[in-house]
């Protein structure tokens, strides 16, 4: 679903409920996919929010109503998933034939709950991408020479 800023949740919103327009045809006036518009009328919908909103309703808390957990959700919510340990994730990924699938197999193993694969590849670059190392080298041309292989000998 497209994040919509609220001005343009308020227009969506107007636009199905004061003029009754389609999804379609607010999508087309809008620019934004059908998919989204319909997602944030439903939210708006299963909300109990009354149109129009008052004068002092605030952005925030549309925002709020709109995006709030539902209540069977929120009893979900107190358990959370288990976070992967990423340096052990890491230090295994260089053992030759190691992948993130693989790991990311043994982990759903362990937690049958826990993250799915896109998530576990996406918050693993992250993580990785934090650990801010850096090693600056000064080479001077035609000093070395440096020969880019990969793969078994």
């Known amino acids: 679903m497209e994040k919509l800023t ?3 949740v308020r227009e969506v919103l107007r636009l199905k409920l004061d003029c009754n ?3 379609r045809k607010i999508a087309q006036t809008c620019g934004f996919a059908r998919s989204t518009i ?3 009328i439903s939210r708006f919908k299963q909300s109990g929010l009354d149109w129009p909103l008052p004068p002092h309703f605030s952005d925030g808390q549309l925002a709020k109503a709109l995006f709030k957990e539902p209540a069977d959700s929120q009893d979900k919510g107190t358990m959370a998933r288990p976070e992967p340990d990423w340096q052990a994730v890491h230090n295994e ?4 034939g190691v992948t993130l699938q693989l790991l990311w197999q043994e982990y759903k193993l362990a937690y049958p709950d ?3 694969y ?3 590849c996406e918050n693993y670059t992250r993580w990785h991408g934090k650990r801010d190392l850096v090693m600056r080298q000064h080479h001077l041309a035609g000093e070395k020479l440096f020969v880019d292989f990969s793969g078994t000998t």
């Not at 990924?93 to 030759?96: C, F, G, M, N």
């Open 21 to 23: 327009l389609s999804a």
């Open 93 to 96: 990924l260089r053992t030759k």
């Open 38 to 40: 319909g997602e944030y």
């Open 114 to 116: 826990g993250y799915q």
């Open 118 to 120: 896109a998530w576990f």
């Open 6 to 8: 609220m001005k343009n």
